[in-house]
Nanobody, 123 residues
């Protein structure tokens, strides 16, 4: 079966950096665009960014543009989220997800989801 396993979360001070990974199995990884979403306490899950199946295109929400970078390694079936200049408002559970749609920003476009991982940014 398809599995997406998120890893790398934790606690970091404001201004710091953190890198998340998402390892995929049970699907042809290179066929899928991969997205990252997050859900803060008391808020709805929101789009963070996505990367195309080839890695040639990325798109980001305005709130993280210029601070976060998504990359992927199709040989390792893994997608990454590098987060720099972190702010307390970045505190959330982060999820990776897989979609057959290109440049998808809506949750309903994603077929498979990771279990989520906590990122906490202290002020």
């Amino acid at each position: 079966q398809v599995q997406l396993v998120d890893s790398g979360g934790g606690l970091v001070q404001a201004g710091g950096s953190l890198s998340l990974s998402c390892a995929a199995s049970g699907l042809t990884f290179s066929n899928y665009d991969m997205g990252w979403f997050r859900q803060a306490p008391g808020k709805e899950r929101e789009f963070v960014g996505a990367i195309s199946w080839s890695g040639g295109h990325t798109n980001y929400s305005d709130s993280v543009k210029g601070r976060f970078t998504i990359s992927r390694d199709n040989a390792k079936n893994t997608v990454y989220l590098q987060m720099n200049s972190l702010k307390p408002e970045d505190t959330a559970v982060y999820y990776c997800a897989a979609s057959l749609f290109n440049k998808a920003t809506l949750q309903r476009a994603y077929d498979y989801w990771g279990q989520g991982i906590q990122v906490t940014v202290s002020s």
